[in-house]
């Protein structure tokens, strides 16, 4: 909603540059779609190497370090 609103603004303030920025945001989209999908791969990544790597601490008993 806020995105709305912030692009109704920049639409009374300057219309060719909202039209603009309405033409060529799903390109935008686009592009950086890739870049998200290997961040997620990454996120993954480093969640099973955190596992492996806490994987002795939790099969001997250790306490979680939960606060």
């Keep these: ?3 709305f609103l912030l692009w109704l603004l920049l ?6 540059l909202a ?5 060529l945001y799903p390109i ?3 592009f950086t779609l890739p870049f998200r999908l290997v961040g997620i ?3 993954g990544l480093f969640a099973f190497i ?3 790597v806490m994987l002795p601490a939790r099969i001997l008993g250790g ?4 606060r």
């Design 41 to 43: 791969a990454f996120e």
């Design 50 to 52: 955190r596992a492996v």
């Design 11 to 16: 639409f009374v303030v300057c219309w060719p």
């Design 1 to 3: 909603m806020i995105k």
């Design 28 to 30: 935008v989209w686009l």
């Design 63 to 66: 306490a979680p370090a939960r």
């Design 19 to 23: 039209l603009l920025a309405l033409l």
